[in-house]
């Protein structure tokens, strides 16, 4: 079961750090739907955590990680801008087909909200 943590309401520029309990043998995404949006790619980790993918519209700003247990992923998300808002969403998968896809990811969490104000 995915639980995600961290959300909340932030100044443009600030910094906000999401975390998501998972088992460590799943890879994790994390996806963010803005209203009247589909819901959209923004971080994966593969389940050894030697492998990062970020969509080109965070990267440099936001980074995934893993806990050395494994059973932690965090998305630190830094010089936070207006339009990350959005409800933040852990999934998981063993073996994701495509990590960028949501559908390739079987078990999802509660959406956690990040708001920012410019």
């Known amino acids: 079961q995915l639980q995600a943590f961290g959300g909340g309401l932030m100044h443009a520029g600030g910094s906000l750090r999401l975390s998501c309990a998972a088992s460590?043998?799943?890879?994790v995404g994390w996806f963010r739907q803005a209203p009247g949006t589909e819901r959209d790619f923004v971080a994966a980790?593969?389940?050894?955590?030697?492998?990062?993918y970020h969509s080109s519209s965070v990267r440099g700003r936001f980074t995934i990680s893993r806990d050395a247990a494994g059973n932690t992923v965090y998305l630190q998300m830094n010089s936070l801008k207006p339009e990350d808002t959005a409800v933040y969403y852990c999934?998981?998968?063993?073996?994701?087909?495509?990590?960028?896809?949501?559908?390739?990811?079987?078990?999802w969490g509660q959406g956690t909200l990040v708001t920012v104000s410019s």
């Open positions: 980790i593969t389940w050894r955590g030697g492998n990062r």
């Open positions: 999934a998981a998968d063993l073996a994701p087909a495509d990590l960028y896809s949501a559908r390739s990811y079987e078990f």
């Open positions: 460590k043998r799943y890879a």
